[in-house]
């Protein structure tokens, strides 16, 4: 005797189906928040981390920066003290050839010659006097040339004026500037300065030259 099944199978697998495809997204959709939720936790740890870092770098530069400052500081304060210590050995070096200008001052001067002023700006020196005559004047330039602390000895204005109402007695007001001769050691002082000056600079070509990159060669032609 056949026997027929009156259950409603097809209600009942349809309902298993959709459990199961319920359970299934259920699933999928926890592992896909569970997901997101550790990308989000890892990113913001990374921003932390790097909002750390930016801190720790901020910090070091502004110590970085103070220091840049100080050493600025220091660097002006030995410019300073340097700049102090050449004036005072040029003071110290120049002192001795003061005395020996004021001395061959007075022993060039020939009789009838008077100075009214000297003045010294660096290593020029303006006469200005009166002298009983030109040839007086030109006396006083040939022994201030022949002086081993002057050179290049150079006539300025030389007037001739009269003394006396019947012009029988006459004067020449003069002035002329010389050159200082500079001291043995104000020359190697000088010399010195310079060949520093020159190795500076060819070292700053040098470092120029280093820091820019080589041209590039031209491409030769396909074979």
């Given at each position: 005797?056949?026997?027929?099944?009156?259950?409603?199978?097809?209600?009942?697998?349809?309902?298993?189906?959709?459990?199961?495809?319920?359970?299934?997204?259920?699933?999928?959709?926890?592992?896909?928040?569970?997901?997101?939720?550790?990308?989000?936790?890892?990113?913001?740890?990374?921003?932390?981390?790097?909002?750390?870092?930016?801190?720790?770098?901020?910090?070091?530069?502004?110590?970085?920066?103070?220091?840049?400052?100080?050493?600025?500081?220091?660097?002006?304060?030995?410019?300073?003290?340097?700049?102090?210590?050449?004036?005072?050995?040029?003071?110290?070096?120049?002192?001795?050839?003061?005395?020996?200008?004021?001395?061959?001052?007075?022993?060039?001067?020939?009789?009838?010659?008077?100075?009214?002023?000297?003045?010294?700006?660096?290593?020029?020196?303006?006469?200005?006097?009166?002298?009983?005559?030109?040839?007086?004047?030109?006396?006083?330039?040939?022994?201030?040339?022949?002086?081993?602390?002057?050179?290049?000895?150079?006539?300025?204005?030389?007037?001739?004026?009269?003394?006396?109402?019947?012009?029988?007695?006459?004067?020449?007001?003069?002035?002329?500037?010389i050159q200082q001769e500079k001291s043995?050691?104000?020359?190697?002082?000088?010399?010195?300065?310079?060949?520093?000056?020159?190795?500076?600079?060819?070292?700053?070509?040098?470092?120029?030259?280093?820091?820019?990159?080589?041209?590039?060669?031209?491409?030769?032609?396909?074979?």
């Open positions: 005797m056949a026997r027929i099944n009156l259950l409603p199978w097809r209600t009942i697998l349809r309902k298993e189906r959709e459990t199961r495809f319920a359970i299934h997204t259920a699933i999928a959709l926890s592992i896909t928040g569970m997901l997101f939720f550790g990308v989000y936790y890892y990113i913001n740890v990374l921003i932390e981390y790097q909002k750390q870092r930016n801190e720790l770098l901020n910090k070091e530069i502004k110590m970085a920066e103070k220091k840049i400052e100080e050493i600025k500081e220091i660097r002006k304060k030995h410019e300073s003290l340097t700049k102090r210590i050449e004036i005072i050995h040029q003071l110290q070096t120049s002192r001795p050839d003061i005395v020996h200008l004021f001395n061959d001052f007075a022993k060039k001067m020939p009789t009838g010659v008077f100075y009214k002023r000297i003045v010294q700006t660096e290593d020029k020196i303006a006469l200005e006097g009166i002298a009983q005559s030109s040839a007086r004047v030109s006396s006083l330039m040939r022994q201030l040339d022949e002086s081993p602390f002057f050179e290049k000895p150079n006539l300025g204005i030389i007037q001739t004026t009269s003394t006396a109402k019947d012009g029988s007695s006459k004067e020449s007001e003069f002035k002329l500037t043995k050691a104000e020359k190697e002082r000088l010399e010195k300065e310079k060949a520093e000056k020159e190795r500076a600079e060819k070292a700053k070509a040098a470092a120029a030259a280093a820091a820019t990159p080589p041209a590039a060669a031209a491409p030769g032609p396909k074979k």
